[in-house]
């Protein structure tokens, strides 16, 4: 099986997965770590795959988003982003909207503390 053929059925098969270096009980960077700890305050279930336990998977998955950086965020089949990208949804409330509208479940009130926590 191919690197792309490997990550479009991990993207497919889960609602949520963030390609991370570690996992998301413990994460190798702190930009994985960062997106991971959001995910998880927020009670989001998530697949994680450890692109530093695959070098195929590492490179393939920049590859195939087209994005050059770890962490990446998918939901529904879809890159949402990365570290930056997921921090300012947060932030926004934008998260929470994609959430929603893709039948997510999440926390809301953890949600709602992280945006008071930084605001």
């Given amino acids: ?29 702190g930009f994985s770590s960062r997106v991971a700890g959001v995910l998880n305050f927020m009670g ?6 450890n692109v530093l336990a695959d070098e195929e998977i590492r490179q393939g998955i920049k590859d195939y988003s087209d994005w050059p950086t770890i962490p990446q965020l998918y939901v529904k089949g879809e890159f949402v982003g990365g ?10 409330g934008e998260l929470d909207t994609l959430f ?16 008071e926590a930084n605001g």
């Fill in 44 to 49: 989001v279930e998530f697949a994680d795959v």
């Fill in 83 to 92: 570290c930056d990208i997921i921090t300012e949804m947060t932030l926004s």
């Fill in 100 to 115: 929603t509208e893709n039948g997510v479940t999440y926390d809301k009130e953890a949600a709602d503390k992280i945006r």
């Fill in 1 to 29: 099986m191919t690197a792309e053929t490997q990550i479009k059925e991990t993207v497919t098969a889960n609602d949520v997965v963030l390609f991370m270096k570690g996992t998301k009980s413990m994460p190798q960077c």
